[in-house]
């Protein structure tokens, strides 16, 4: 199983930028698919993310009505969409897949790619 992360680069504050998550190894159309993010000495946080229909999503507040998280079954892809980035959004971005609907508490074990850095400058 592979997820391989794409699009991170620096960029100004009020910017947009697209991440993808491309995986492969299996078939995820039944797993919960998110996004997490990792800034030099704060914890991991997720970001966003989404059921394995895409019927539900989840955001944290700080990217509410910023962030879009969205997949793709037939081509086994998750992206984000990521609108009036701000300095505060500087990370390291990561793709996880679940082995759950969409019960981010009730899963047995979930698979990671190695992340993406999105730099923000203001």
């Known amino acids: 199983v592979r997820l391989v992360e794409s699009g991170g680069g620096l960029v100004q504050a009020g910017a947009s930028r697209l991440l993808s998550c491309a995986a492969s190894?299996?078939?995820?159309?039944?797993?919960?698919m998110g996004w997490f993010r990792q800034a030099p000495g704060k914890e991991r946080e997720l970001v966003a993310g989404?059921?394995?229909?895409?019927?539900?999503?989840y955001y944290t507040d700080s990217v509410k009505g910023r962030f879009t998280i969205s997949r793709d079954n037939t081509k086994n892809t998750v992206s984000l969409q990521m609108n009036n980035l701000k300095p505060e959004d500087t990370a390291v971005y990561l793709c996880?897949?679940?082995?759950?609907?969409?019960?981010?508490?009730?899963?047995?074990?979930?698979?990671w790619g190695q992340g993406t850095q999105v730099t923000v400058t203001s």
């Open positions: 190894g299996r078939v995820f159309s039944s797993y919960a």
């Open positions: 989404i059921s394995w229909n895409g019927a539900y999503t």
């Open positions: 996880e897949v679940r082995d759950t609907l969409w019960d981010y508490s009730d899963y047995r074990y979930d698979y």
